[in-house]
């Protein structure tokens, strides 16, 4: 069936997928309340992310109980900096 994705991920159904919508969303659309607080003050997503596929590839489906964590706050949306944690982890 054309267009159906081949990686089992929908958007109602998959929290691997609302987290990366959510990121790219708030990270490059200015009417998203959380603009000013990520894409504002400059933090982007690498090229790469911006195709789920390759999202998933590198970060793996999201473990239940974790979100999406920047490790260093200051740095943008890619591999090497980002990690599924705790909502204490990510506070810290």
């Known amino acids: 069936m054309p ?5 089992g991920h929908m958007r ?3 929290k ?3 987290a990366w919508s959510a990121m790219l ?9 959380k603009y000013s607080r990520y894409g504002g003050r400059g933090i982007v ?3 790469r992310w911006f195709t789920f596929e390759n999202f998933l590839e590198d970060m793996g489906i999201a473990p239940e109980g974790l979100l ?3 490790i260093d706050n ?3 949306y890619y591999k090497d900096n980002c990690r599924w ?3 204490t982890e990510s506070n810290r």
């Open 3 to 7: 267009g159906k994705p081949r990686h």
């Open 12 to 14: 109602k159904n998959s």
């Open 16 to 18: 691997t997928y609302r």
């Open 25 to 33: 969303d708030r990270c490059r659309n200015p009417r998203n309340t």
């Open 45 to 47: 997503v690498e090229d």
């Open 68 to 70: 999406l964590d920047r």
């Open 74 to 76: 200051d740095k943008g």
């Open 85 to 87: 944690a705790t909502i």
